[in-house]
């Protein structure tokens, strides 16, 4: 068969397709229209089905092509019944047309009333031409749902002749339905809407073909790649002591959550840079100092076929007191986990929806649940909440590891990182490696597990009525970080000075593609006029009298060793210690990078080049000219191929099995709302360099290389990925700012296509809305 508008296509399926029924249609053009209508509709009423409710659709050339479907672009009438229905109908989908063909078509069909759900299923994943079928599907008939991108949608990819496994009983026959148009319709992508009826029967709406992107790979070789994938998953679940038990997920979002920090599919250099200074050995060592497990030895970053994991078995096991005997440490172990698998859409919520990683006020109330239930004895009950809360205080203390790193932070901001006159540019580059761990990735780490805790435990004293949700937004807020500092310094300071402090940042903080401020600083900052205003420093936070007395109070009950003014001092030293520690971090990393690029430029290779090489390669790096460029290049070579495999690849951002590798639903993630405000405002597309001045910001992840917007009037923000506790998150709650955190790929895409939103923070609410100025103004 070949593809013809959608009428001519579905005629052509009508008598072949086997698997799902085809309703009986007329179709005639405009011109016939046009000129007999009464003709029209004489053959519609003809047909036996015409007394039923009808559907009137259309049927452009414009539609349903190869280069672009123009799904959902032009009017459908539904519940048709009376000849003057119809020719209402049919003027209607005509008028859709804007200034019709003469043999633009009209289709006229029985209308389906007993639809359960509806759907678009794709032949290959259209935005990498990967061989996974796509389905979107919703509850009810209505596939406008869908191509609209409104909420409600659901998404399934499996692998054809995998073993699929449908996520709901009623989508069992869509497999062999796919296959059947791709045998009729041939391998070239198409896409195709389908209806399932309340006897679980599939109706064919229409077919057509789809303009994915292609695909270089060869299907087996995609194949071989997800079965390796599936080994290495199943090779993890056996005891591999020192984490516990022999069950775990996978996830791009918990713990150092790689979505976040790398994205989804980072090449080479920036994932194994990111494995090498955090996720192979630091990660564990700063836990250990903690207080925590010992779990040194144990890599955090599982790479599927570049897809980089977190594993989550390590991750619960490093969040357990360093003390705790092993029975207790199984039995919670297998509760969080199955917590977890209970409610994936905590994914991005671990250490606040699903862990217990430090001691807070609402801790004994949540160890008492768990005797209840029998997760834990009340020894071992007793004896967890005792650990954990000689952690904390110790974590607490005036000369505990957190201050200890915070000293290392300051001291690192004192060192310079350029190459000393006659040192080896080779050994540079290792010894910036070895700095970035030790006294860059070291503290960072502790610094940001300390500010965790004081968050927790601020959050606590909400739950026990000791401040308000309002007061402790205010705290949290009063921090004075680093990125307030940035935008203060950016309204009083000159070029020079701003950059020559902030000039490392770049919004992918790992990657070498992504310029730095001082290398593109036109890019992210508007230097033509002087700023309006100068942002406010943080507001001081105070407790009143009885605030500061419940305050206290909790402290004593729960034998902490600090006064309310104490433990505020930590709160807001810690969060602002996180960001101050993190920027001196991302200053070596940054370094690294223009290091490795300076080394390529003597090599004669690109920085997309070496986007493609191992940082260990680079490392590896003798001096010798001709060695080096030959290694780097079969290097290069190898990780370009390696990469294109990945950007075929995809998995579940939650994966509790190596099943899903090849059959998954996309989770329908809680995104975390920040600030208690509203908001309607325009889309600004921030990688696309859309306008930001009274737009909501809409960013990939929550990088603090991002930190340059709020130098603009953004309104809001929202980003695909990021946690309750990212950068961006504590940003826009610092100031007051409504954001959506971590919304997941699919809802991102779905707003950044709209003109504006409407978002609602209070009511957790986000809705596209009718624009209020052109993204492109001024």
């Known amino acids: ?62 539609e349903d092509g190869e280069g672009a479907s123009n799904a959902g672009r032009y009017t459908s009438c539904l519940d048709v019944h009376t000849d003057r229905d119809l020719t209402r109908a049919i003027d209607a989908v005509i008028a859709s047309f804007g200034e019709p063909d003469d043999q633009d078509q009209v289709l006229v069909q029985p209308q389906l009333t007993d639809a359960m759900a509806s759907g678009v299923c794709s032949s290959c994943e259209p935005s990498t031409g990967a061989p996974y079928r796509l389905v979107n599907w919703s509850e009810g008939a209505d596939t406008t749902l869908v191509t609209a991108g409104q909420p409600g949608v659901r998404s399934w990819y499996f692998l054809p002749d995998e073993g699929s496994h449908p996520p709901t009983w009623y989508l069992a026959d869509l497999p062999r339905l796919a296959a059947e148009l791709e045998h009729l319709l041939g391998e070239a992508p198409f896409e195709f809407e389908f209806a399932v009826r309340q006897d679980a029967s599939l109706v064919l709406f229409q077919a057509r073909p789809l303009a994915a992107r292609a695909s270089g790979l060869i299907t087996s070789r995609h194949r071989a790649a997800v079965h390796q994938c599936q080994r290495k998953f199943r090779a993890l679940l056996r005891d591999q002591p020192p984490s516990i038990g022999s069950d775990t997920c996978l996830g791009v979002m918990p713990d150092w959550n790689p979505a976040e920090m790398i994205g989804l599919r980072p090449r080479p250099l920036a994932l194994s840079l990111y494995r090498h200074l955090i996720t192979d050995g630091i990660w564990a060592e700063s836990r250990h100092r903690y207080g925590y497990r010992d779990v040194r030895g144990v890599p955090l970053l599982v790479d599927l076929g570049g897809l980089p994991y977190i594993d989550i078995r390590a991750s619960f096991s490093s969040l357990m007191p360093h003390d705790m005997e092993e029975e207790a440490a199984h039995r919670l172990m297998r509760h969080y986990l199955g917590r977890l698998r209970d409610h994936p859409h905590l994914h991005d919520k671990i250490e606040f929806e699903v862990v217990q990683s430090s001691y807070d006020f609402a801790l004994p109330r949540v160890a008492g649940s768990w005797v209840d239930e029998g997760i834990l004895s009340s020894h071992q009950a007793t004896e967890f909440v005792g650990a954990l809360h000689l952690l904390t205080v110790q974590m607490m203390a005036k000369d505990g590891p957190y201050r200890r790193d915070l000293h290392t932070a300051r001291q690192l901001a004192l060192r310079s990182l350029g190459r000393a006159p006659g040192t080896d540019p080779q050994e540079h580059f290792r010894s910036l490696l070895s700095l970035c761990r030790r006294e860059g990735a070291l503290p960072f780490a502790g610094i940001a597990r300390a500010a965790f805790t004081a968050t927790r435990l601020v959050r606590s004293l909400v739950e026990r009525g000791a401040v308000s949700a309002h007061e402790a937004d205010a705290l949290l807020g009063s921090a004075d970080t680093v990125s307030n500092q940035l935008r203060r310094d950016f309204a009083t300071g000159d070029r020079e000075t701003f950059l020559r402090r902030y000039g490392h940042l770049r919004p992918g903080t790992y990657d070498i593609l992504s310029p730095r401020y001082d290398e593109s600083d036109g890019q992210y900052f508007d230097w033509s006029s002087p700023a309006s205003t100068v942002p406010d420093e943080p507001a001081e936070f105070h407790l009143d009298a009885g605030r500061a007395r419940k305050v206290g109070q909790l402290l004593a009950e729960h034998g902490m060793p600090a006064s309310a003014g104490d433990f505020l001092d930590f709160v807001r030293g810690s969060v602002a210690g996180r960001e101050y520690a993190k920027l001196q971090y991302s200053r070596v990393v940054s370094e690294i990078l223009t290091q490795a ?97 009274g737009a909501i910001a809409m960013i990939p992840a929550a990088d603090p290389g991002y930190d340059w917007i709020f130098t603009h009037n953004i309104v809001g923000l929202v980003t695909a990925f990021g946690g309750a506790n990212s950068h961006m998150a504590i940003r826009a709650l610092e100031l007051g700012l409504p954001a959506v955190i971590g919304a997941g790929d699919t809802r991102f895409q779905q707003w950044l296509a709209a003109d504006s939103l409407e978002i609602d923070t209070s009511n957790r609410l986000v809705r596209p809305t009718v624009s209020v100025r052109s993204r492109r103004s001024a």
């Not at 397709?17 to 009464?38: C, D, H, K, M, N």
């Not at 590798?661 to 600030?675: G, I, K, Y």
């Open 1 to 62: 068969m070949r593809f013809g508008t959608k009428a001519e296509t579905l005629s052509g399926l009508l008598p072949r397709v086997r698997g799902a029924s085809v309703l009986p249609l007329v179709y005639f053009t405009v011109g016939e229209w046009q000129r007999e209508p009464a003709d029209v509709r004489r053959r519609i009423r003809r047909c036996s089905w015409s007394d039923a409710p009808l559907v009137v659709r259309s049927s452009s050339l414009g």
């Open 597 to 693: 690029r300076m080394i390529g430029e003597r090599l004669g290779l690109t920085p997309a080049d070496l986007s493609y090489v191992p940082v260990d390669a680079l490392a590896a790096c003798t001096g010798d000219r001709k060695k080096d460029r030959s290694r780097l290049a079969a290097a290069v070579a190898q990780g370009r191929d390696a990469h294109e495999v990945t950007m075929s690849l995809h998995g579940p951002a939650l994966l509790c099995g190596p099943e899903e590798l090849v059959s998954f639903t996309a989770l329908d993630v809680e995104p975390n709302f920040v600030a208690h405000a509203r908001v309607v405002a325009p889309v600004a597309d921030v990688d696309a360099g859309d306008p930001l001045d």
